[in-house]
């Protein structure tokens, strides 16, 4: 069984300050591990995605996620937020199967 | 615009009556997923087709409700008999060969349920 815990449920931060997101995850086999973004009124997107190899991934719109495999984390972050950033990101788990299992989601609002 | 299409974005309907979601994947992708979100929740799975075949069904799945993808092309989201706890966002999802198994999905806006 695969579960995701993501560890802030709303973040506030400022236009042009860094912004991490944590998630942690738990899977007993192999995992693939992704973040999604929704924006107001629109579908998930996907961001980024670790299906192997080098553990420091970068995404679309400047962000990036370290796999730390020791410490089942999914850290997603980004050095400078735009007031567009503003949206709901949900981590995500997947293994040699077909099915996505989804953290709560962290609503992050960027004010200027 | 080839993305995944899902209607009618908004329904509203009373407890008791039936209703029914359209899914149109992107056109080459073989996979079609049906998850559902709940406010303040991630996406939760439903089921799961592979071509025409639905391949699995969460628990989440009552018997209520039934899921069809005929010739393996659009599917739809049957509810019947819906109950106040049905109203939710649903969600489709495609993926084409060697995405599904990675859990590389691409989502519509989904179709939001309103029993009142």
């Known amino acids: 069984a695969q579960s995701v815990t993501q560890l802030d449920s709303q973040v506030p931060v400022f236009e042009e300050a860094p912004v991490e997101l944590r998630c942690n995850y738990s899977?007993?086999?192999?995992?693939?591990l992704f973040w999604y973004v929704q924006y107001p009124n629109q579908g998930l997107q996907l961001l980024l995605k670790?299906?192997?190899?080098?553990?420091l991934v970068k995404g679309i719109n400047g962000f990036e996620a370290e796999f730390n495999k020791s410490q089942t984390s999914f850290h997603l972050r980004k050095p400078s937020v735009h007031i567009s950033d503003t949206a709901e990101y949900f981590c995500a788990v997947g293994s040699n199967d077909y099915k996505l299992s989804f953290g709560a989601g962290t609503t992050v609002t960027v004010r200027a | 615009d080839t993305g995944v299409s899902q209607n009618p974005r908004h329904k509203i309907t009373k407890r008791g009556q039936n209703v029914t979601f359209r899914c149109d994947p992107i056109?080459?992708?073989?996979?079609l997923y049906w998850y559902r979100q709940t406010l303040g929740q991630g996406p939760e799975f439903l089921t799961y087709f592979q071509n025409e075949a639905q391949l699995e069904k969460s628990r989440l799945l009552s018997d209520r409700f039934s899921a069809e993808r005929p010739k393996g092309s659009f599917s739809t989201l049957e509810i019947q008999r819906t109950e106040q706890g049905d109203s939710a966002m649903y969600l489709c999802a495609s993926s084409g060969p060697g995405q599904g198994s990675t859990g590389e999905l691409f989502f519509g806006e989904g179709s939001r349920l309103t029993v009142l």
């Open positions: 899977s007993s086999v192999s995992v693939y």
């Open positions: 056109s080459e992708h073989n996979r």
């Open positions: 670790y299906l192997s190899g080098s553990t």
